[in-house]
């Protein structure tokens, strides 16, 4: 997939292009989807960052091979943004278990300090 430079305003038709979402599909999903909000300009016009682009491609990857309906979308999307939720990458799963493996080790000292 194409990936624009990080600040390129981008029009809904280019966005649907590289994205291989359709145009009413990006509307729909604006209004049903809270985290994506894209820009206005003076006229009007919608315009998408790089950010906006990684949430399409996000939902896009959730609608179509996980199968969710956009409520759960919706939750998943939210959950993600804000660093909750599980793990997307192996290696993601891997820094989890270090950093749970770490807190309980330090809970395990504590306790071990108060003996």
Known sequence: MISP??????RISEVSEMTGVAIHLLRQWEEKIPQLKPRR??????YYLEKDIAIIRRIKHLVRHEKM????????????????????????????????ESEVRGMLKLLDSEE
């Open 69 to 100: 309906a956009l409520d759960g979308v919706k939750i998943r999307i939210a959950q993600e943004l804000h660093g909750e939720g599980r793990p997307r990458t192996r290696q993601e799963a891997i820094d989890l278990v270090d950093r749970i």
């Open 41 to 46: 300009d003076r006229a009007n016009r919608r």
């Open 5 to 10: 430079p990080p600040e390129r305003r981008l």
